[in-house]
């Protein structure tokens, strides 16, 4: 690699990952080509921006031209495709964006890199598309693991086009032999996530006295991985992985949203003893489950593991300490955030009448 494109860098998982790769290849040009849509921050990396191998561009992914240009301006021979819309709750809201922006978004990245790199032969090429474990459908209790080989079955306007998405990377490589590769992932959590997703949301309400809403019995099950420690199985995936191959990245833990919220709550306890909030636990109430709702998600990761050596550093224990304790001493970037009147005006919407 000497000149990647990451693509949604402003992001929850593309802004750590811009971290993890600067300090992990430091003569590694990196362009972050962000639309920085309500979820997207400049401010998540603030402390790079002056960094001469480093360079954003506020666009979007869907902008045929820019996308081109792009490409030949810096000479990208890696891609990384993480901007994608990806809150199950929007896409119930409003799946014809999820569509544009996952499946024609992804297909103009294809096109793009395609078109540069036959044109430029030499060199080691790579597109690496971020995908998720909610492709697969919902797993029942005793079901095995997903796994590369699970058949696509996705149940929400957001997996289905995450599942498009896949699809159509996967073509590109055997219809044109682009270089491409794959990772289907479970749950993130750390530093820099919005505060519309469970754990950063939970730990917010918690800290503020909010009601912490609990979809359903709460005992919807999830296989939970540290942001950082997916940063570095893509990093592991680009450095040593097979061309045309999916990898499965997890945590390897298996909880119900109800114990990931009793240990944000008794975490916040032990951190904030003198809140005025404690016990936090008894903020939480249970509201109406979301429509096609996936009971269990978990992903089998002994491939990446096998073939790569990876396998997740942080417990969920350590890193949800880590993750809460980050929220606590960055109040200043959640507040921003708060203020956010389209942010505000979809928890109204998704959460009011339940």
């Not at 561009?57 to 792009?70: N, S």
């Not at 109406?288 to 978990?298: F, Q, T, V």
């Not at 417990?315 to 300490?321: A, D, M, P």
Request: hydrophobic share 30%.
């Amino acid at each position: 690699m000497k000149s990647i494109l990451i693509t949604g860098g402003c992001g929850f998982i593309g802004s750590n990952f811009i971290h993890y790769i600067i300090d992990h290849n430091q003569d590694l040009r990196v362009t972050n080509l962000d639309a920085v849509t309500y979820a997207g921050n400049e401010a998540n990396l603030e402390n790079i921006k002056t960094n001469p191998n480093y360079h954003f561009i506020k666009g979007d992914i869907c902008d045929q031209e820019l996308v081109r240009k792009i490409f030949v301006e810096n000479d990208i021979d890696t891609v990384v495709h993480f901007a994608a819309e990806t809150h199950v709750d929007r896409s119930i809201l409003n799946p014809l964006e999820f569509l544009h922006t996952n499946v024609y978004g992804t297909g103009v990245l294809l096109e793009a890199a395609r078109e540069h790199w036959q044109k430029n032969p030499t060199g080691e090429h790579r597109f690496h598309h971020i995908s998720t474990d909610e492709v697969f459908g919902s797993l029942m209790p005793n079901d095995s693991a997903f796994n590369e080989s699970t058949p696509y079955s996705p149940n929400s306007p957001y997996s289905a086009s995450k599942a498009a998405s896949d699809h159509l990377v996967r073509s590109y490589f055997h219809t044109y032999q682009l270089p491409i590769t794959i990772s289907n992932c479970t749950n993130n959590y750390g530093p820099y996530q919005f505060p519309e997703k469970l754990i950063p949301l939970f730990i917010s309400n918690a800290i503020h006295g909010l009601p912490l809403p609990v979809y359903g019995d709460g005992k919807q099950i999830r296989d939970w991985v540290y942001v950082e420690d997916h940063c570095e199985g893509i990093y592991q995936i680009l450095s040593k992985g097979k061309v045309g191959e999916t990898y499965g990245i997890g945590g390897n833990n298996q909880p119900t949203n109800l114990e990931i919220i009793l240990e944000i709550t008794s975490l916040l306890d032990e951190i904030l003893p003198q809140s005025p909030h404690k016990p936090h636990a008894q903020l939480i109430q249970y509201v109406k489950d979301r429509p096609g709702h996936d009971r269990r998600y978990a992903m089998n990761i002994s491939k990446i593991n096998r073939e790569l050596g990876w396998t997740p550093k942080e417990s969920l224990n350590s890193g949800l300490r880590k993750t809460v304790e980050w929220y606590i001493h960055n109040a200043n970037w959640v507040e921003n955030i708060n203020k956010n009147k389209e942010f505000n005006h979809f928890l109204q919407t998704n959460y009011s009448n339940r």
